[in-house]
Every structure is written in structure tokens, then in C-alpha cells.
């Protein structure tokens, strides 16, 4: 397959994607963004709590 031959068709395929809209990539990023930051948090509080019971115990 020739590198022209491989453009036309990714071009032809692409044409085929439903792209979301601006407010839905807006949305889909924030979701995100706010679930990585409930991650964080949840996994600093358990740091948090594990490193100060480490600590009691030894």
C-alpha cells in the first residue's frame, strides 16, 4: 500500500466520524478534570491516613 493510497483512505474513514460538538467536548473535559481531582483527593486522604497509622504503630 502506498502512502498516498494510505492518506486517501484515512481521510475517506474519518469523514465517517461522528465528532462531538464543542459543548460536549466543554463537558466530557470538565467531567474528567473534576473526577481526576476527586481521585487525587480521595487518594491523598488515604496517604494521609495510612502514613499517620504507619506511624502510631511503629
Known amino acids: ?3 498516498a493510497t494510505y492518506i486517501k483512505e484515512t ?3 474519518l469523514n465517517h466520524v ?3 460538538t464543542r459543548a460536549q467536548t466543554i463537558n466530557y473535559t470538565l ?3 473534576g473526577i481526576s ?3 487525587a483527593i480521595l487518594l ?3 496517604d ?3 502514613s ?3 506511624k502510631l504503630v511503629l
Open 31 to 33: 467531567l474528567v478534570i
Open 11 to 13: 481521510r475517506a474513514e
Open 44 to 46: 491523598g486522604v488515604a
Open 1 to 3: 500500500m502506498s502512502i
Open 52 to 54: 499517620t497509622l504507619l
Open 18 to 20: 461522528t465528532w462531538p
Open 48 to 50: 494521609f491516613v495510612f
Open 37 to 39: 481531582v476527586a481521585v
